[in-house]
């Protein structure tokens, strides 16, 4: 039987705790910024609240209850740098600019070498490799000639080669309740209390202004040259990609998001074989951000109620279970493009009005928008596609409305 080990309370801080200075969001650089310390091998080097790993933090605390891991495992950073050089770039210093994550997450390796040597277990907040995707439907797009393999980017056997980026959210608390709107005091005490009172340090630690939250983070798929992504004079194509599970991986047609998804992913393709670039952004917001669990539920209120399955009240059915249309708050969402330097998009494949204005009031200028063409649709995905163009979303067609948005009605729910 083991001996209980002391428990010690992360509420207030203690003699020596917070070894840097707090960290100063927006430097001009990384090294006066100070790394972003959320591993818990050493507490009393750590400068955040939350630890490392997002929604996985979760299972790596498991690990170690279970004995696979020990719980003061430093990883080994060796070959590990990233494939393609990312920044920085000017708005990497607008503490305004970039507030939901660490944009030195990608290089903590070798800018701060000498603070890792001496013990201190700063980890990568972000990685950047390289891989090629296989998708059938591009191999569709070839054999009916919307793409040709160019050897570069397509190659002859349909695989596509691409920049991958996975990133890790780090929240700069003041910049994230600016960009909302709210008090800080106030969002950090809604925080802490909608989350059941996990993170005490919220309310108690002022001083500690960065939150690793218990959250997915976000893939970003480059197609091209990462080094000129940023160059407004080089056209780019992208896709802004909520996550679907169902569709994206399943094939579910009760919505259009895998093959708005791929249809993006082609576009891409295209773009960068006309020397442009394209750029896909994979956010983890299940379900409009309110879970898989949710949107099932959703899906059988929709299918069940009076009159079946309606694209007049697509919305209403999703309010009525969750409390809210959608919870993606998309004012994060243009972050990454201030990551990556980008200030034009030449073609946006999103119907989104939210994911549009949000770039937009960030600076970010769009050019021409692209909805997903009606051969893609899939059929019980009519509903809602009709319910978001007379909601507002971008269209090329003229929205329907009245007894016309009425009768498009999607399968019953034993069909």
């Avoid at 660490?102 to 490799?129: M, N």
């Avoid at 708005?260 to 442009?276: D, F, N, R, S």
Wanted: some cysteine; hydrophobic content about 35%.
């Amino acid at each position: 039987m083991s001996t209980p080990r002391h428990i010690v309370l992360t509420s207030h801080s203690r003699p020596g705790s917070n070894y840097f200075s707090p960290i100063h969001w927006g430097a001009e650089d990384a090294r006066n910024r100070g790394p972003v310390i959320g591993s818990v091998s050493n507490p009393m080097h750590r400068n955040v609240i939350g630890t490392h790993s997002g929604s996985y933090s979760v299972y790596r605390a498991v690990s170690v209850a279970a004995g696979r891991l020990d719980p003061s495992h430093v990883p080994d950073l060796t070959n590990t740098s990233p494939v393609t050089k990312i920044g920085p770039h000017p708005q990497w210093s607008d503490p305004e600019k970039i507030v939901s994550f660490d944009p030195w997450g990608h290089v903590v390796a070798d800018e701060f070498k000498e603070q890792i040597s001496e013990g201190l277990d700063i980890r990568p907040t972000i990685a950047i490799t390289q891989a090629r995707l296989k998708l059938m439907e591009l191999r569709d797009a070839i054999e009916r000639g919307r793409l040709k393999p160019d050897g570069r980017v397509l190659l002859n056997n349909g695989d596509v080669n691409v920049t991958k980026i996975a990133i890790d959210p780090v929240w700069y608390i003041p910049g994230l309740a600016r960009r909302f709107g709210v008090d800080e005091h106030a969002f950090r005490r809604v925080i802490f209390e909608q989350m059941g009172g996990m993170y005490p340090e919220l309310v108690t630690r002022s001083d500690l202004e960065v939150f690793l939250p218990p959250i997915g983070g976000i893939t970003a798929y480059i197609f091209g040259d990462p080094d000129t992504l940023h160059d407004p004079a080089i056209p780019l194509a992208c896709r802004v990609h909520d996550e679907c599970n169902g569709s994206d991986v399943f094939g579910s047609d009760i919505c259009t998001c895998r093959p708005y998804l791929t249809h993006g992913i082609e576009i891409c393709v295209e773009m960068a074989q006309k020397g442009g670039n394209g750029l896909v952004v994979y956010n983890r917001k299940e379900g409009r951000a309110l879970g898989e669990v949710t949107k099932f539920l959703v899906y059988n209120a929709r299918k069940r109620q009076e009159g079946g399955d309606s694209a007049a009240k697509y919305f209403e059915r999703t309010e009525c279970v969750a409390g809210v249309q959608d919870a993606r708050f998309q004012e994060l969402m243009p972050d990454i493009f201030h990551w990556l330097g980008v200030t034009r998009i030449d073609r946006f494949a999103s119907m989104s009005d939210m994911k549009h204005d949000a770039l937009v009031s960030q600076g970010v200028e769009i050019g021409e928008r692209l909805d997903i063409p009606d051969e893609l649709i899939p059929e019980d995905a009519h509903v809602e596609m009709e319910a978001k163009k007379a909601a507002g979303y971008f269209t090329s067609q003229t929205p329907r409305e009245g007894a016309d948005l009425d009768e498009v009605k999607g399968r019953i729910i034993d069909e």
